[in-house]
């Protein structure tokens, strides 16, 4: 499809277990983000990658949480040693770069994930 | 640093209802104003936006006007139908932060 794309939709990991989630973005839309969606939490920001630009890791909540950009286009996010806070509904959005801020994020359905 | 308040929900309405969620903010530096919808099943979408005080927003007769002066921008809808059951984010997005801001979200139900 024409959409953000993003997988696996569904992921149960055991505590302390590495997990990678993948997104691919709209074809020509060299802005990528990742937003993490917890109950009661709202979308809380983790990363953001602008063409060949540094990253803005602003968000990661921590050390065990990275991310890359591989040939401008697809993204993993890879989180080590989960823990059960981790468990959240992690949501990739994509935008061209002239979004001359419209604001306009399109997103994926998001990756579940569940820290047993 | 930058914030978004919305209305708690769960939010539950009769078909053909009057709808009101509230969203104040507080920004660092002047904000655009947006409301993204998720309905259920799918990906967050853009509903509508505000660039500058006093502009109002509007689609699918949802409207939102920023207003300075109180921080807010609030969503409205003068009939609600059962398709418009879905989660409602207030975001904002200082010029030059290049992200979003989001709030909790509202979930909305419309019964019939």
């Known amino acids: 499809g024409a959409g953000v794309s993003q997988s696996p939709s569904n992921k149960v990991t055991e505590k302390g277990k590495d997990v990678e989630l993948r997104c691919d973005p709209i074809s020509g839309h060299t802005a990528l983000y990742w937003y993490r969606q917890s109950l009661g939490q709202g979308l809380e920001f983790l990363i953001y990658f602008q063409g060949n630009s540094a990253p803005d890791k602003s968000g990661l909540p921590s050390d065990r949480f990275s991310a890359e950009r591989t040939g401008g286009s697809v993204s993993t996010l890879t989180i080590q040693r989960t823990q059960q806070e981790d468990s959240a509904v992690y949501l990739c959005?994509?935008?061209?770069?002239?979004?001359?801020?419209?604001?306009?994020?399109?997103f994926g359905e998001g990756s579940r994930l569940t820290v047993l | 640093g930058d914030s978004v308040t919305q209305m708690e929900g769960p939010v539950t309405l009769s078909e053909e209802a009057f709808l009101t969620i509230n969203c104040t903010y507080t920004?660092?530096?002047?904000?655009?104003l947006f409301w993204y919808v998720q309905y259920p099943g799918e990906g967050l979408q853009l509903l509508l936006k505000?660039?500058?005080?006093?502009d109002k927003g509007s689609n699918k007769g949802f409207e939102a006007t920023y207003r300075k002066e109180t921080t807010s921008f609030h969503l409205e809808k003068g009939s609600v139908q059962v398709s418009d059951s879905a989660v409602y984010f207030c975001?904002?997005?200082?010029?030059?932060?290049?992200?979003?801001?989001f709030g909790t979200g509202t979930r909305l139900t419309i019964i019939p």
């Open positions: 959005a994509s935008t061209p770069e002239r979004r001359l801020n419209t604001g306009e994020l399109f």
């Open positions: 975001a904002l997005e200082v010029i030059g932060n290049e992200k979003l801001t």
């Open positions: 920004a660092t530096g002047y904000p655009s």
């Open positions: 505000a660039t500058k005080a006093d």
